[in-house]
T-cell receptor, first 115, second 115 residues
């Protein structure tokens, strides 16, 4: 079975630009979550998607948005990039939301640098 | 609100020595607890999890953790460190909101293994 795949692995953007990050979930997983991990910090929850709808969100502004597609893959979009958006963005997939008793399978992340 | 505190941002042990990484949690409801490992430039890999049942949980790579409700702790141990254990370790607690579940991570502990 395949794991979670994220693309691209690295990218550099200029402040004010927009970026789209992509994630393919593990086979059989229909719930996708996105996390931001700043340098030297633990990951912070951005939002979660289930059945193509956002069903949970962390303390991130509206310029962070996402999509989930019928095949359970997902995108994270960030508009009006700021320097503080520089981080490792992690996608995690899991089995259907069931109180989070199962672990989440994480991708290797996308390293975003905003200059 | 649920949270985890990892004591010690850096831990150094000799190869073959005991590994002890500390994690304390705060939760108003019975928690589901996880330990993840992150190798350089990689995503997170699940080491072990506690949901219900036996309080001593065994994970991959010889790691184990014990859930102690009276101490609100979930410390990670390994009897004998190996050079390949050098990585960043994150303790996490999950919260189910009724519609979504999210992981709340600690700030991480970097484990260094020396000869």
């Amino acid at each position: 079975e395949t794991g979670v795949t994220q693309s691209p692995t690295h990218l550099i953007k200029t402040r004010g630009q927009q970026v789209t990050l992509r994630c393919s979930s593990q086979s059989g997983h229909n719930t996708v979550s996105w996390y931001q991990q700043a340098l030297g910090q633990g990951p912070q929850f951005i939002f979660q998607y289930y059945r193509e709808e956002e069903n949970g969100r962390g303390n991130f502004p509206p310029r962070f948005s996402g999509l989930q597609f019928p095949n359970y893959s997902s995108e994270l979009n960030v508009n009006a990039l700021e320097l503080d958006d520089s981080a490792l963005y992690l996608c995690a997939s899991s089995l259907p939301v069931d109180r989070g008793t199962d672990g989440y399978t994480f991708g290797s992340g996308t390293r975003l640098t905003v200059v | 609100a649920q949270s985890v505190t990892q004591l010690g941002s850096h831990v150094s042990v000799s190869e073959g020595a005991l590994v002890l990484l500390r994690c304390n949690y705060s939760s108003s409801v019975p928690p589901y607890l996880f330990w993840y490992v992150q190798y350089p430039n990689q995503g997170l890999q699940l080491l072990l999890k506690y949901t219900t049942g036996a309080t001593l949980v065994k994970g991959i790579n010889g790691f184990e953790a014990e859930f102690k409700k009276s101490e609100t702790s979930f410390h990670l141990t390994k009897p004998s460190a190996h050079m390949s254990d050098a990585a960043e370790y994150f303790c996490a607690v999950t919260k189910y909101t009724g519609t979504a579940s999210k992981l709340t991570f600690g700030t991480g502990t970097r484990l260094q293994v020396t000869l």
